[in-house]
């Protein structure tokens, strides 16, 4: 977005790690060495560290804390920490450590799992769906298409959701939704900003008393700090590790 530079999402993880698994399993590669390798940009670098960072604890069962002393092992200086999507000075990081750590949270919790894992259909729907609906029948919004709530329902049903939680300003009729069946809930607050604890109350019970699957929407992406909550609160995941999750999905 602004200032922000990852960390990478699960499908790029998800693509490094097929990659990785292919070279390691060919056979004309069996007696080669595979280097990881990447530049001086410090960006790239604490990108690349999660990337075989992730691998390791997916695939060869390191611990978080294993992976990452073997990241910061000889000659390797300190990894530049990730930042919130804003300007100016970042007052939040997230360490490389802090993804490793979130990844196996979530590996345990069976938030994903790349024997499953759709790469196609992740990314196909990051760009079609991800947009919030609006009012209007589709329109393009910075390069981003933005569709009616209608384009939502085959996907919703398909994968069990029964409500729709909107965390920011109204730009179309909730009514849309719950004629067609669905649960809406509006718990307005400034993106950005931090919920009061009414709306988090009212989060956690519309979640707790849910028939299926909640889908949250707002404008940016800062007001996901609800489903970070709900990640500290029902999996005891630390601040970092839900922050990580929801950079990365």
Same mark, same amino acid.
């Given at each position: 977005?602004?200032?922000?530079?990852?960390?990478?999402?699960?499908?790029?993880?998800?693509?490094?790690?097929?990659?990785?698994?292919? %070279?390691?399993?060919?056979?004309?590669?069996?007696?080669?060495?595979?280097?990881?390798?990447?530049?001086?940009?410090? !960006?790239?670098?604490?990108?690349?560290?999660?990337?075989?960072? *992730?691998?390791?604890?997916?695939?060869? %069962?390191?611990?978080?804390?294993?992976?990452? $002393?073997?990241?910061?092992?000889?000659?390797?200086?300190?990894?530049?920490?990730? $930042?919130?999507?804003?300007?100016?000075?970042?007052?939040?990081?997230?360490?490389?450590?802090?993804?490793?750590?979130?990844? $196996?949270?979530?590996?345990?919790?069976?938030?994903?799992?790349?024997?499953?894992?759709?790469?196609?259909?992740?990314?196909?729907?990051?760009? %079609?769906?991800? &947009?919030?609906?609006? /009012?209007?029948?589709?329109?393009?919004?910075?390069?981003? &298409?933005?569709?009616?709530?209608?384009?939502?329902? &085959?996907?919703? !049903?398909?994968?069990?959701?029964?409500?729709?939680?909107?965390?920011?300003?109204?730009?179309?009729?909730? %009514?849309?939704?719950?004629?067609?069946?669905?649960?809406?809930?509006?718990?307005?607050?400034?993106?950005?900003?931090?919920?009061?604890?009414?709306?988090?109350?009212?989060?956690?019970?519309?979640?707790?008393?849910?028939?299926?699957?909640?889908?949250?929407?707002?404008? *940016?992406?800062? /007001?996901?700090?609800?489903?970070?909550?709900?990640?500290?609160?029902?999996?005891?995941?630390? /601040?970092?590790? /839900?922050?990580? $999750?929801?950079?990365?999905?």
């Amino acid at each position: 977005f602004y200032a922000d530079f990852g960390p990478l999402n699960l499908a790029m993880l998800y693509r490094y790690c097929c990659k990785l698994n292919k %070279k390691l399993k060919s056979f004309t590669l069996t007696r080669k060495r595979i280097v990881h390798y990447t530049s001086f940009d410090q !960006r790239k670098r604490s990108n690349a560290a999660v990337l075989i960072g *992730g691998y390791a604890v997916i695939y060869v %069962k390191k611990t978080p804390e294993e992976a990452y $002393r073997a990241l910061i092992s000889g000659s390797n200086a300190s990894y530049l920490p990730f $930042r919130d999507a804003a300007f100016g000075n970042c007052t939040y990081n997230l360490t490389v450590l802090d993804c490793l750590q979130g990844i $196996r949270k979530a590996l345990q919790h069976g938030f994903f799992d790349f024997e499953t894992f759709d790469m196609d259909e992740y990314e196909h729907y990051e760009v %079609k769906l991800a &947009p919030e609906p609006t /009012s209007y029948n589709c329109r393009a919004f910075s390069g981003y &298409p933005l569709h009616a709530p209608e384009a939502y329902f &085959p996907y919703f !049903r398909k994968h069990g959701v029964t409500t729709i939680i909107r965390l920011n300003k109204k730009i179309y009729d909730g %009514k849309r939704f719950t004629n067609a069946g669905f649960d809406h809930y509006d718990l307005f607050f400034i993106d950005g900003s931090t919920p009061n604890d009414i709306i988090v109350r009212r989060f956690l019970h519309i979640c707790e008393n849910a028939q299926g699957a909640v889908a949250v929407h707002c404008k *940016g992406g800062w /007001s996901l700090c609800l489903l970070y909550l709900s990640l500290l609160r029902d999996v005891r995941c630390s /601040s970092q590790s /839900s922050q990580q $999750r929801g950079m990365c999905s």
